[in-house]
DNA sequence: TTGTACGCGTTATCAA
DNA sequence: TTGATAACGCGTACAA
């Protein structure tokens, strides 16, 4: 596979190579004959501009970055889907970048991202992650930045989010329907805004029931295994709940194993429910209800919203925060 | 966070940009007062090198693609994390690509990351891919290729792979101890290298233990829900083996899903086996096991033998092929 | 020890 | 209608 130049076609036609440039730009300037005979000559030889050349003429990279904490996950490989599609189909690269959690790799991620001249970056943010200072820097001098799922507060950016507090709403009544009354709430750190709009959720759920809520029944937990364990643990030694709702996807998983471990101390029936993208819950024993968000979508709207900022002309003033609607599947 | 080039401290420091540039990189010619100067205002100014014009001129981009069926699995994003961890601390940006199985879209990804100049790719071809023409036109032209996972049979590349043989035997014996004679194999398309290797583990493993080979309890399946779904139902309707074995990764769940509909009519200790990194197999009912590959270090092992070639000066005459160990996940 | 000039591939500006 | 030249940011051969 041969790379082919500009001016390896412009010697091979005897022309220069802003003439070859313009005519493979259909540039008005150039003569019918001559368009057509580079136009022929470009697709024998199979000629395509050098995208790192534009790179460095237009300072732009056609490349978007992507941090999110981790890849092997489903609802972040599933958005990351969705952002690939949007991104390819309008001809822009991908880099993926994963924070695990911590801000200290975020701030890599970005600072990398940003050398390499990518044109903008989505975000979701780590778990350890209390402020955007970090990333005001970059956003400040004109770098597109998109948030999606796990949003600052602040105003001034666009943010594509699952409705959370429907999510959790729409769960804890279900719950409630089913007769249980005292649902533990285990979530994730309440620095994450996913952790304060699906607790609100549940809370809103309860009260609209005249179910008083009891503040033992919530617990906040890292991203830790062991430490999943102990608060389920400590859950079912103490307060004894007669429902389960995990509201956070990278806990689910550690809260359900150790509550399978000890479901002979509990009611045959107590119900546990998660807010994950986990596609095999309903093969799981007992059984695992989940929120399930709008992975796919969410990506794609959040490119979508990106790469329509970096294209357009003027700069954006008003902000979009799209709201996407999740689903329970009950299993 | 503004963006500083080589002009910029020539200019504040009075010095030419050649000077500057030197200076940077220590080179014995530049004054060591001046270098301590130049160095000092660099890092003040937080300077970085134009990673899109240190391409241009290299031929370099200091990125290597990455092109997988599917992201969202947890072979394969385990493996992406290997490469990721390899790439990033040598320097390098990783591009991924998902050929979603198809041939169609595994030749644009090629053609993509080849146009966009990456130093060269890891692949792990899709189900559909019959032959490697399509990437002989690329390595030819000294552009680096490793495999992983799912190989070529061509000689004259590197590879790394799992030791599928001995996984699927480990496994078939595994279920002969427990009793099991009539062991039905369900297995990826025969193109792959995967399924011919796995298929040669599970038959040596019969023969070992004196049970004949019985062509009518093997079955290909594409990977597609609906034809796996067929295969178990036909299985359970005719065969009715004593035990399932399902040979791909990506195969497993549905499989194991139709398995599951229909366990009623199955005895109840039908052991289900699958090859498979599904990290939550042990949560399932009734039980999965599986055959797990070292996916993380796959991916570092091949990313680290790309990236040697790509770093190393001659260019290199015989290759590798790594074999990495399974292990059982019995549940 | 430092500076000037060039080239990587492309496009825009200016000249012919 | 076409061509020559400069510029994007960098490193290096050559000149001073």
Redesign the interface.
Known sequence: ???ITLKDIAKALNLSTSTVSRALRDSYEINEKTKKLVAEYAKKVNY?P????L??KDNK?RAIGVIVPE????FF??A??GI?DEA?SRGY??????SHESLEREKENLR?L????VDGILISLSGKTKDIKHIL??S??N?AVVFFDRVPESSGFHKVVADNFSGAFAATEYLIQQGKKRIAHITSPLTLSITKERLEGYKKALEKHGIVVDNELIKYCGFDPEEAKATINDFINTQKPDAFFTCSDRLA?HC??AF?SRKDEMPADTPFFGFTN?N?SH???PKLSTVVQPAYEMGARAAKILLDQLESKRKVKDFEKIVLETYLKIS
Chains 1, 2 share one sequence.
Do not use: K, T, W
């Open positions: 596979m041969e790379v395509r050098n995208p790192i050349a790179s460095l990279s890849i092997a996950n489903n490989s599933q990351i889907n690939e390819y690269h991908v880099v993926i970048c994963q990398h940003f050398e390499r001249r820097e970059y400040e001098s770098f998983l359900y194993e399978q986990l095999v093969l799981f024993s």
